[in-house]
């Protein structure tokens, strides 16, 4: 199927641990994003690639680091993870010049103790 | 920069009676503006899209928007709910290139049977 998948989808850890997310697109684009979703439902952008190049990157604590083998992957590990960490990240591509149009992935639900 | 605003944290609606989910936008230039709905724990799914041309805009699950310049509003409609549309709604927007949807803080619709 042609999809945004990301694994895992649920994902509960301790404090300090230092964990991944994997995000991978099968549409062809050729930009792909990370979104935090908090506890009040805000959805904001923390990075953005184009081409496995790093073109945006919001104010995100530097413990966490996306990592873009190619185009159709673009990971999110985390490290020492915070009680704060706690959300739904959500993976999204797009393909430039379509208007802004993003796909998104399932999310994952991030649950730090 | 670009933003959305959502005013209202919750919509409350019978089942049949048409529902309105507000947004408004601020952008510079021509706006490129979105909707998307989240069901309870799923990621966001595309509903419709507004780029240029005719300022009703027909999207999925019989969800449409009107886009009105002069109000710079981007109101999500549909004429008759379903309990079934009970979600989370997101309207966003795009300014250019491969920036990132910028999205409003969304909005709770529970139709009511």
């Known amino acids: 199927d042609t999809a945004v998948s990301q694994t895992p989808k649920y994902l509960v850890t301790q404090m300090g641990n230092d964990k991944s997310i994997k995000c991978e697109q099968n549409l062809g684009h050729d930009t792909m994003y990370w979104y935090k979703q908090d506890s009040k439902k805000f959805l904001k952008i923390m990075f953005s690639?184009?081409?496995?190049?790093?073109?945006i990157n919001e104010t995100v604590p530097n413990r966490f680091s996306p990592k873009s083998p190619d185009k159709a992957h673009l990971n999110l590990h985390i490290n020492s993870l915070e009680l704060g960490d706690s959300a739904v990240y959500f993976c999204a591509s797009s393909h430039t010049g379509a208007n802004g149009g993003a796909f998104f992935g399932q999310g994952t639900r991030l649950t730090v103790v | 920069a670009q933003s959305v605003a959502q005013p209202e944290d919750q919509v409350n609606v019978a089942e049949g009676n048409p529902l309105t989910v507000k947004c408004t936008y601020s952008?510079?230039?021509?706006?490129?503006l979105f909707w998307y709905v989240q069901y309870p724990n799923r990621g966001l799914q595309f509903l419709l899209k507004y780029i240029t041309g005719d300022n009703l805009v027909k999207g999925s699950y019989g969800f449409e928007a009107e886009f009105n310049k002069s109000q710079t509003s981007f109101h999500l409609k549909k004429p008759s709910a379903l309990v079934s549309d009970s979600a989370l709604y997101f309207c966003?927007?795009?300014?250019?290139?491969?920036?990132?949807?910028?999205f409003g803080k969304g909005t709770r619709l529970s139709v009511i049977a």
């Open positions: 966003a927007v795009f300014h250019s290139g491969n920036t990132p949807l910028v």
């Open positions: 690639y184009n081409n496995k190049e790093l073109i």
């Open positions: 952008v510079s230039g021509n706006p490129y």
